[in-house]
Every structure is written in structure tokens, then in C-alpha cells.
């Protein structure tokens, strides 16, 4: 049954954003108050006037042309706005006056801040710097950069001139970067020179000398200053130049912009490439431009002036999609550093001091906070912030009780779910409708989300996997090197014909929410009878003595048992007691069929950059076969353990 926790006033539902799009439209408005549902149905039965509208309703600057939709036999096929034309960068530079584009702190204490003018003028002067590297139209440009303002001028500077941006953090280090950047083989890598993570400094100057090196693709080496001073590039190798030193020459001015298809690529996006080399999707200009548009204005009711703050990496798709708040006319807050240092406030603290709207982390973030006893809402008010979001991975039911007892209680708590593979989301916020305990609100507008059995039959209040029976403008154009697109098609198309099969076990509520059980791909099968992982670790990290939880099936004959692995605080130890409350919290929360059969203490969990536990490459290690890709862990050490465990072989 689904339980209400919060719910916008009728005058607060009456002044977002949406309600103004239904208005327009006029679809959505029901007896004189907005419904999201009846909206949705509009927008899934009448693609094309919805996307056309969507368009308007945003402002996209370029010319869109007189088609919205070009159908298409195959889903993968549709192409939106065929006869467009226009500039992702020109749409997130759009002159608003000279309030600020952007604010960085860092770690240690660190604020900077950007104007708009003053992005406009060094996107200019950059964009004239590539030109004469001689980057235009469909080269590639990659950086391996910390979430500082100057990785998001670089990737602007990038789309100006029609160029692809292809991004990592720097914690990747080369061999994880060269499993994603040595399939694209860019032409110039922008690179920081360094980043602070948990008090230390961590160089990233010899990694890419290494990587040039190892990627004769690579014409040049852009060194960018992390704290904003002067910085020496020798240490690059001899293609490395400091940013001051590239941009000699130029002049600051108005920025030009490469007007090119909607279809256009923008991005090379990476999977997290846990189970082999990562795939490279690519992100059109145009769909991902109108995805976040939508879903900024739309879903999260992202206004000009608002500020948001995501808390991310740059190889995370949350970057780009937070970075994209500029086109809405938002500021963009950028935190680069543990999250956790000095303490657990510093997100909480940051949010408030900087006035944030809308701040988001992993639901990761939150389960840590809860964790630690992190209580915001005690350290003072926040009274600007009306939306938090979060995803990475399942938000609990408990982790919407504690955002809601320790955050603030009047504010949106959307859990949205989507990913890399659309550079954005299929299901999250609605800013007119209620928010329902460990529940996705609403499936995204223009997204026809539905729940399949095994059989391809929609399903309503049972757990299936999660299809979209639409096409949508942010679908990979494909990817990278997949001549024929038989990879992209065997991804998303080949397990239900027609239809986008996401790979999330899920169930739609009676409400039209969606409750995430986890990857299809790790669901559990004891006795024929498939389990979401998300079901065990919801009880089992209630327990004051878990920190977190991993559960695997291991072959047994012709069965499948349950192994669960936990992670304990320090100064706990799984006894007998212990171990017979979280079999007893298990059966309690879900059935018998959930308890696992063993329970095992572990002292790390494998997570991959953007903190999701990886229970594929684990039930490998366990089950004796290879993980392939080793680097895309944040924490890879922690396979090892798993290893021969014997405990695994005790009865």
C-alpha cells in the first residue's frame, strides 16, 4: 500500500513550471487543478505535438524545422526534429545579463565563482584556441578533469565548435581511461593538473603523459589549473601546454556557435563497463539539449535564477545533466571533494550557505548520512531549497523517512531513474504531485514506460522489467564503432521486440509510481522465484550494526541459494545474534523465500565510480569466472576477498 508523505499545497502546484506547460497545451488540467497522469497520456499518445511543444515551451535557440517526428519501422530508427539545426553550447550561453553561471568549492575551503559574461568571453577565447588545433565539426575531444568550472568551459567550448566531448574523472586512472578513451581516439585530452580527495593531493599530470603516450590519437594536452592560478605543464610530457599559455593570442569576444543537426553527436558516454570494455553511447546534440530541458523545467521545476548543485563526477551522466541547468538560466554549483570532509555537513552546509533550490547526490549519499546520524535540518533552516533528488541506485523506504525527518519536511523528494544509456531519466519528479514512500512519483512525460512479464504483457502492481514502449529524442544515436548498430540493438531491442528493455526489475504502483527492486540482471532466483536484491538490502540496512549489503545467487546442482555479504560498522562483529536478526528482518520485511542461506562478513563492498555495488562482478568472482574489467571499480581491491572464501564452501 502506498503511504503519502508529502504533497504540494494547491497554490504551490498552481505556480510551477508544468502547470504554465498544461496551460499551453491545454492538456493536464482537471477540474481546475493539474493532473500529471492525464498530462503523461497526452504526451505518450501525441509524441509529435508533445516534443514540438516542449521546444517552444523551453526556448531552444536554432531553427527547429517544420517535422518534430520522423517516423520510422523500428524503434531505434525515429528521428526527432529531422530538419533542425542548432548549437547545444549557444543554448547554455544564451545571453541572461551577468548574474552568475557558475560557484566551485573544492575541498579544502575553495570558492570560486563565474559569471555568465565572463563564461560567454572564455568560451570565445577557447573556441578560437581549438579552431586553430584545427577541432571542428565531429572530432573528439576528451577530458580527464575534476567538477571544477573549468571542465565545464571546456566541454562548452567543445560543442561550440561542433565538436564531441568525451569526459572521466581522474580518479580512473590510465588503464581505466584507456578502456574508454583508446575506442574514441580523440584529437586534444584536457587534463587538471591535479585533485583533492579526503585532505590529499592527488597528481594527474604524469597519467596523462602516460596515457599520450599510450594514445598516439592525442595531438595535445590542455593543462587546467584546479585552484584557478598558474600552473607548470611540463610534467604533461612535451604535448602538454597550460591553459594560459593555449588560449595566447586569442582575444575575448562573443562567442560563435556551429549550428549543426538535431542528430548530431554531442557525447561519448561510457556503461561502467564492469562485465567487459565499457560500450560508448553516443548522445545527440538536439536530444540530449531537450531531455534535460524537459526534465529541469517539467519534472524538477528548475526556474531562471534557481541554483542547483549535483553532487558528482565528471564521468558520471549527473555532470552533464547538471551542467545542462544553464540553458534554463539556473547557477550551477559544483563540489569537488569528499563529501564527507571535514564531516558529514558539508553538502547540507554548502546547500545552505549557498541558497540551493535543488541539490542531489546518490541515494548512496543519503544511506551514509543516515548512517552517521547526520541530522541537517538541526544545523539550521533551508529555506530555499524545494526539491532534492536522488538516484545512483534505489532510495529506500527508510531513506525518504530520513530525508524527511533530517533534511526538511516541505520540500519534493524526487528518486529518478533513468542512466547513461539516455543521458537521463525514465521515471522521477513531478512537482504537482504526491510523493509516496520509497516510490519513483511518475514515469517522465514522453516516455511510455511500462512494466513487462517475461512474456512482453504490462503489468500493474507486480514486479517485471521495465520497457519503453516509446521512442524519445535522448536515445543513443548508437555506439561508438557499431557499424550496422548490431550491438545497440542487441542492448536494448533484442529481449523485447520493439520496445526499449531497460534492464531494471520494477513495479508500477497503483499510483503510476515505480518501486526499483534492482538490475534485472541481478535478480535472485532460489527456487525458480525471481527476488530484486533491493528487497534484502532494504531491512538489512536498517540494522544500526550494517553499513551496507551485497547479495548474490551461487549455483547449487539445479538451485540457486541466497549468499549475502555485510558490511559492519566498526566495533561489530557478526555473532550468531546478529546474524539471526537479519535473516529474522528479512523474513519479516519480505518472505522466507528472501533469507539467505549464508551470511557473510566482508570488509569492503565492491561499488563502481558512481557508487553502485556491483553484485555481477561478485557473483563472478564467487561462481570462479572473470571479471573483465577490473578498472571501472572505485574500490577494486575489494573483489579479492571474495575469492575462495571458505565460508562459501562450509554447510
Not at 535557440?61 to 529531422?82: E, Q
Not at 564492469?274 to 524537459?294: D, M
Not at 526534465?295 to 549535483?310: I, S, T
Not at 533530517?406 to 519534493?412: F, G, I, L, T
Request: proline share 6%.
Amino acid at each position: 500500500m502506498s503511504i503519502k508523505i508529502w504533497e504540494p499545497t494547491p497554490e504551490r502546484a498552481d505556480s510551477t513550471l508544468i502547470k504554465g506547460f498544461m496551460e499551453m497545451v491545454g492538456r493536464g488540467i482537471v477540474d481546475n487543478r493539474p493532473d500529471y497522469d492525464e498530462l503523461w497520456r497526452y504526451s505518450v499518445e501525441c509524441p509529435s505535438e508533445f516534443w514540438s511543444s516542449v521546444w517552444d515551451f523551453c526556448g531552444v535557440v536554432g531553427h527547429r524545422g517544420n517535422r518534430s517526428i520522423a517516423p520510422a519501422k523500428n524503434l531505434m530508427d525515429v528521428r526527432f526534429f529531422p530538419d533542425a539545426s542548432l548549437n547545444y553550447a549557444e543554448n547554455l550561453l544564451r545571453e541572461r545579463g551577468n548574474e552568475t553561471a557558475m560557484v566551485f568549492h573544492g575541498e579544502r575551503g575553495i570558492r570560486r565563482t563565474l559569471s555568465r559574461e565572463l563564461l560567454r568571453r572564455q568560451v570565445a577565447r577557447l573556441q578560437i584556441a581549438l579552431k586553430r588545433d584545427g577541432i571542428g565539426s565531429g572530432d573528439i575531444v576528451s577530458g580527464i578533469v575534476p567538477n571544477t568550472p573549468e571542465a565545464t568551459l571546456a566541454m562548452l567550448a567543445t560543442a561550440s565548435v561542433g565538436a564531441v566531448w568525451s569526459s572521466c574523472s581522474p580518479d580512473f586512472g590510465v588503464s581505466g581511461v584507456l578502456d574508454r578513451f583508446g575506442q574514441i581516439k580523440p584529437k586534444l585530452l584536457f587534463c587538471g593538473d591535479g585533485y583533492d580527495y579526503n585532505g590529499k593531493w592527488f597528481d594527474s599530470l604524469s597519467e596523462a603523459k602516460e596515457l599520450a603516450e599510450k594514445m598516439p590519437s592525442i595531438k595535445r594536452i590542455v593543462v587546467l589549473p584546479y585552484s584557478g592560478g598558474r600552473i607548470d605543464a611540463s610534467r604533461a610530457g612535451k604535448l602538454g601546454i597550460a591553459v594560459d599559455d593555449y588560449l595566447s593570442g586569442t582575444e575575448g569576444g562573443e562567442p560563435e556557435f556551429a549550428r549543426m543537426s538535431f542528430g548530431s553527436p554531442l557525447f561519448v558516454m561510457f556503461s561502467s563497463g564492469t562485465t567487459g570494455l565499457p560500450k560508448c553511447i553516443v548522445h545527440s546534440i538536439g536530444g540530449t539539449l531537450l531531455q534535460h530541458l524537459k526534465e529541469h523545467q517539467l519534472q524538477c521545476d528548475l526556474r531562471p535564477g534557481d541554483r542547483l548543485m549535483y553532487f558528482s563526477t565528471t564521468g558520471w551522466m549527473m555532470w552533464n545533466w547538471m551542467v545542462s541547468a544553464l540553458a534554463t538560466g539556473a547557477t550551477i554549483v559544483h563540489y569537488d571533494g569528499s563529501p564527507f570532509r571535514p564531516d558529514g555537513y558539508r553538502l547540507s552546509d554548502l546547500a545552505r550557505s549557498e541558497g540551493l533550490t535543488h541539490f542531489g547526490a546518490s541515494a548512496k549519499y543519503f544511506d551514509s548520512c543516515a548512517k552517521a546520524g547526520i541530522r541537517p535540518a538541526d544545523a539550521g533552516e533551508m529555506p530555499d531549497l524545494r526539491v532534492i533528488l536522488s538516484t545512483g541506485s534505489p532510495l529506500s523506504p527508510d531513506g525518504f523517512d530520513y530525508v524527511y525527518d533530517n533534511w526538511k519536511k516541505d520540500v519534493c523528494l524526487s528518486s529518478i531513474a533513468g542512466g547513461t544509456d539516455i543521458i537521463g531519466c525514465f521515471v522521477g519528479g513531478s512537482p504537482v504531485s504526491p510523493v509516496f514512500r520509497g516510490e519513483c512519483q511518475k514515469r517522465h512525460l514522453g516516455m511510455d514506460v511500462q512494466v513487462y512479464d517475461e512474456n512482453g504483457n504490462s503489468l500493474e502492481g507486480r514486479p517485471g522489467e521495465l520497457v519503453c514502449a516509446s521512442s524519445h529524442p535522448s536515445m543513443p544515436t548508437g555506439f561508438f564503432n557499431d557499424h550496422g548498430k548490431k550491438r545497440y540493438r542487441e542492448a536494448y531491442f533484442d529481449k523485447f521486440k520493439g520496445v526499449w528493455h531497460h534492464g531494471d526489475w520494477v513495479e508500477l504502483t497503483s499510483e503510476q509510481g515505480l518501486i526499483f527492486y534492482g538490475r534485472s540482471d541481478a535478480t535472485l532466483n532460489p527456487g525458480g522465484v525471481r527476488i530484486g536484491t533491493a528487497e534484502i538490502y532494504r531491512p538489512v540496512e536498517r540494522i544500526d550494526e550494517v553499513l551496507e549489503a551485497l547479495a548474490i545467487g551461487l549455483k547449487t546442482g539445479y538451485d540457486t541459494e541466497i549468499v549475502l555479504f555485510v558490511k559492519l560498522r566498526d566495533g561489530a562483529s557478526l555473532s550468531d545474534v546478529l546474524s539471526k536478526r537479519i535473516k529474522s528482518e528479512i523474513r519479516e520485511a519480505a518472505s522466507p523465500r528472501h533469507v539467505p542461506s549464508k551470511i557473510i562478513e566482508v570488509a569492503d563492498i565492491p561499488r563502481t565510480k558512481s557508487g553502485k555495488i556491483v553484485e555481477l562482478a561478485v557473483a563472478n568472482v564467487v561462481n570462479g569466472l572473470p571479471v573483465k574489467n577490473v578498472h571501472a571499480l572505485a574500490n577494486p581491491d575489494a573483489l579479492e576477498q571474495f575469492r575462495n572464501l571458505p565460508a562459501l564452501r562450509s554447510p
